[in-house]
T-cell receptor
Framework: AQKVTQAQTEISVVEKEDVTLDCVYE???????LFWYKQPPSGELVFLIR??????QNEISGRYSWNFQKSTSSFNFTITASQVVDSAVYFC??????????FGAGTRLTVKP | KAGVTQTPRYLIKTRGQQVTLSCSPI?????VSWYQQTPGQGLQFLFE???????NKGNFPGRFSGRQFSNSRSEMNVSTLELGDSALYLC??????????????FGPGTRLTVT
């Protein structure tokens, strides 16, 4: 089965805390792409990052970092020094070579001032 | 560059009616995907079009259909509306599809309410 699991339904942190959003995926394919999207209260999904199955390098972009581990089928997302503007629903998604994107259920992150 | 636009933004329909939603992708993008988002089922893939051809379809009944025009604009149609079709319908465009590793850019969605 091809699916994405985001076990954390909701996370609440206080500003400046670090927070990690978990994503575990299942696929039988050897070639696939993983994505993270952010859905702020305004509703429009915003692309954050893409990773292909052959590139296990971690990536850092400002306060955001991603840890991709094929051995555990995980693609976790960490926000360092969280800010109130980071409050949103975050989705992890998998495309398994058929232009069919499977999204996880999403993690609602609330950052309190 | 203009983003993905969807019309209308809000729609109220009655059970049994049909509805057509429209999506204009980012200029130069040839792939358009549609998703249904509900609180209970989350984000679910409906279908994807590339160069006027449907390449893939999600697990939805035949009441849900779509098409893409030569200018990459896309429409989706839902016939014989049911209460359960109430949802946010999202359109996303990409250069050539997510299987090529291309990220999708999402529109603001059409909020459909079926009464």
């Amino acid at each position: 089965a091809q699916k994405v699991t985001q076990a954390q339904t909701e996370i609440s942190v206080v500003e400046k805390e670090d927070v990690t959003l978990d994503c575990v995926y299942e696929t039988r394919d050897t070639t696939y792409y993983l994505f993270w999207y952010k859905q702020p209260p305004s509703g429009e999904l915003v692309f954050l990052i893409r990773r292909n199955s052959f590139d296990e390098q971690n990536e850092i972009s400002g306060r955001y970092s991603w840890n991709f581990q094929k051995s555990t089928s995980s693609f976790n997302f960490t926000i360092t020094a969280s800010q109130v503007v980071d409050s949103a629903v975050y989705f992890c998604a998998l495309d398994y070579n058929n232009n069919d994107m499977r999204f996880g259920a999403g993690t609602r992150l609330t950052v309190k001032p | 560059k203009a983003g993905v636009t969807q019309t209308p933004r809000y729609l109220i329909k009655t059970r049994g009616q049909q509805v057509t939603l429209s999506c204009s992708p980012i200029s130069g993008h040839r792939s358009v995907s549609w998703y249904q988002q509900t609180p209970g089922q989350g984000l679910q893939f409906l279908f994807e079009y590339f160069s006027e051809t449907q390449r893939n379809k999600g697990n939805f009944p035949g009441r849900f259909s779509g098409r893409q025009f030569s200018n990459s604009r896309s429409e989706m149609n839902v016939s014989t509306l049911e209460l359960g079709d109430s949802a946010l319908y999202l359109c996303a465009s990409s250069l050539a599809g997510t299987s090529g590793g291309y990220e999708q850019y999402f529109g603001p969605g059409t909020r459909l309410t079926v009464t």
